[in-house]
T-cell receptor, first 114, second 111 residues
């Protein structure tokens, strides 16, 4: 199955600043997904990122707040912009594993906004 | 729309006890179903999956059977260990590869 390297693993940021999270996959993949896990909550899909096209955002998430890049088939970034304490969450990227064993997740980025 | 409902936690068991975590789903058609596990401070790991009705997924002593009659995918393990302490998420695959997760069930196993 695909292996995803995600960084940073955690960060503490000042409100009003932005943080970019990176995910590198060890194989070429068509779709990548970005999820948010708020404290003590389940995972919610932010957007789907396909190479060569704009990301598709879920209801409640907008590109100005969560811009996503997908420059090639092995890499994607998510930026959390103009952060507020409500953005404190774990952010995870995901992709489909070859042979459809399932969906693989990065180790997550634990973000705290102060 | 499609949804997943899990039993609320936390669930506290003694080592070697039998585990059941209930998961039911609402979906059009027969989506693939998954159980993921999240150990403290870590990301999600796929535990097992089932892609069609009556399929049984199994891994590391955990099992779950895709039951279309009861729209359920309950997770079971015959004898839990302290190392199984984690949060368990039931999920279904929605259109376009998007996963819909249940709310998660925290399991704590005491020695």
């Amino acid at each position: 199955s695909a292996v995803i390297s995600q960084k940073p693993s955690r960060d503490i940021c000042q409100r009003g600043t932005s943080l970019t999270i990176q995910c590198q996959v060890d194989s070429q993949v068509t779709m990548m997904f970005w999820y948010r896990q708020q404290p003590g909550q389940s995972l919610t899909l932010i957007a789907t990122a396909n190479q060569g096209s704009e990301a598709t955002y879920e209801s409640g998430f907008v590109i100005d707040k969560f811009p996503i890049s997908r420059p090639n088939l092995t890499f994607s970034t998510l930026t959390v912009s103009n952060m507020s304490p409500e953005d404190s969450s774990i952010y995870l990227c995901s992709t489909e594993s070859a042979g459809f064993f399932g969906y693989t997740f990065g180790s997550g980025t634990r973000l705290t906004v102060v | 729309g499609n949804s997943v409902t899990q039993m609320e936690g936390p669930v506290t068991l003694s080592e070697e006890a039998f585990l059941t975590i209930n998961c039911t789903y609402t979906a059009t058609g027969y989506p693939s179903l998954f159980w993921y596990v999240q150990y403290p401070g870590e990301g999600l790991q796929l535990l097992l999956k089932a892609t069609k009705a009556d399929d049984k997924g199994s891994n590391k002593g955990f099992e779950a059977t895709y039951r279309k009659e009861t729209t359920s995918f309950h997770l079971e393990k015959g004898s839990v260990q302290v190392s199984d302490s984690a949060v368990y998420f039931c999920a279904l695959e929605n259109q376009g590869g998007k996963l819909i997760f249940g709310q998660g069930t925290e399991l704590s196993v005491k020695p």
